[in-house]
Every structure is written in structure tokens, then in C-alpha cells.
């Protein structure tokens, strides 16, 4: 995980949530190689289950499947949208996975790099139209320097 992206992330934590006993899916957790840092750390002192399409590092959950029938106060994800074919479906399914929050960080700028594949780039007005799509209502969007973060209800 990047240093732009850990800034989103905890700027969403520190203004949007307050109960420590908070259930908190992190949707691609997984570490991969060359990187260091999940989200995990950020939410230490919440119920953090982290999620992913394959096992390895950080990941308590395998496959999307293992998500029917449960539900998170908040979901998350970071660095993640940019790897998925049909992302406005991708978020339209994990809208029936939170009660409270989803936020969700993609990048706007940096270079190429397929894992397994790479499909888009998101500025504030896509991050809103996939919002819109998945019939989750737009609390906040904020781009920075490298990303775009969509927080939702």
C-alpha cells in the first residue's frame, strides 16, 4: 500500500469512524510481493477481517462467495478497482455488504501494472457515476495527488 493511499484511508477513519467495535472488511487485502503495508495496522482496534480472491498474507477471508449472507458496518478497499473487469458490478455487489460505510481508494495516476490485469483509472466524477450505478450515496470524494477516494453510504 502506498503513502497516498494510507493518508485516504485514515483520513476516513478518523472522521467517519468512532466505535472501536466496528466490523471492518478490507476487500483485497492481500499482500503482495514488494509490498509492506496493508490497511490492517490502520484499524488495529476495530474488527478488521481482510478479504481477498486468493489466500497469502493478511487475508481471513477467500473469495467472494465467502461473503454471502454477511454483512460489515464498513467495507473498505484500497489500490484495488483498478484490477477488476466491470468495476461498476464489482461495487454494485459490495453494496449489500455494509450497513454503515464503504470506502473505497483507486488511482487517478500511476503507471501500469497488471495484476493480473490493470483496466482503469478514476477521477472524482467516475468514482461518483460508479457510486450512482451501485445505488450508494455519495458522503465524500477527495483526489489527491496519485488517487481518488469514494466514501459512501
Same mark, same amino acid.
Request: contains cysteine; hydrophobic residues 35%; proline residues 3%.
Given at each position: 500500500?502506498?503513502?497516498?493511499?494510507?493518508?485516504?484511508?485514515?483520513?476516513?477513519?478518523?472522521? &467517519?469512524?468512532?466505535?472501536? $467495535?466496528? =466490523?471492518?472488511?478490507? !476487500?483485497? /487485502?492481500?499482500? +503482495?510481493?514488494?509490498?509492506? *503495508?496493508?490497511?490492517?495496522?490502520?484499524?488495529?482496534?476495530?474488527?478488521?477481517?481482510?478479504?481477498?480472491?486468493?489466500?497469502?498474507?493478511?487475508?481471513?477471508?477467500?473469495? &467472494?462467495?465467502?461473503?454471502? $449472507?454477511? =454483512?460489515?458496518?464498513? !467495507?473498505? /478497499?484500497?489500490? +484495488?478497482?483498478?484490477?477488476? *473487469?466491470?468495476?461498476?458490478?464489482?461495487?454494485?455487489?459490495?453494496?449489500?455488504?455494509?450497513?454503515?460505510?464503504?470506502?473505497?481508494?483507486?488511482?487517478?495516476?500511476?503507471?501500469?501494472?497488471?495484476?493480473?490485469?490493470?483496466t482503469y483509472r478514476y477521477l472524482p466524477d467516475g468514482m461518483r457515476d460508479l457510486f450512482d450505478y451501485a445505488n450508494i450515496k455519495e458522503v465524500e470524494i477527495i483526489k489527491n495527488k496519485t488517487s481518488t477516494m469514494g466514501i459512501?453510504?
Amino acid at each position: 500500500m502506498h503513502h497516498d493511499s494510507m493518508v485516504l484511508m485514515r483520513y476516513f477513519r478518523d472522521k &467517519y469512524l468512532d466505535q472501536k $467495535n466496528t =466490523t471492518v472488511l478490507d !476487500v483485497g /487485502s492481500r499482500i +503482495v510481493a514488494g509490498q509492506h *503495508k496493508s490497511y490492517r495496522n490502520l484499524f488495529k482496534d476495530y474488527n478488521y477481517v481482510g478479504m481477498d480472491i486468493v489466500a497469502g498474507q493478511n487475508v481471513d477471508i477467500i473469495g &467472494y462467495k465467502s461473503l454471502e $449472507n454477511k =454483512t460489515f458496518d464498513v !467495507v473498505i /478497499s484500497g489500490q +484495488v478497482m483498478e484490477h477488476v *473487469k466491470r468495476p461498476w458490478e464489482w461495487l454494485k455487489s459490495l453494496s449489500s455488504c455494509f450497513t454503515k460505510y464503504i470506502c473505497i481508494v483507486a488511482p487517478h495516476t500511476f503507471k501500469e501494472h497488471r495484476f493480473p490485469i490493470d483496466t482503469y483509472r478514476y477521477l472524482p466524477d467516475g468514482m461518483r457515476d460508479l457510486f450512482d450505478y451501485a445505488n450508494i450515496k455519495e458522503v465524500e470524494i477527495i483526489k489527491n495527488k496519485t488517487s481518488t477516494m469514494g466514501i459512501g453510504q
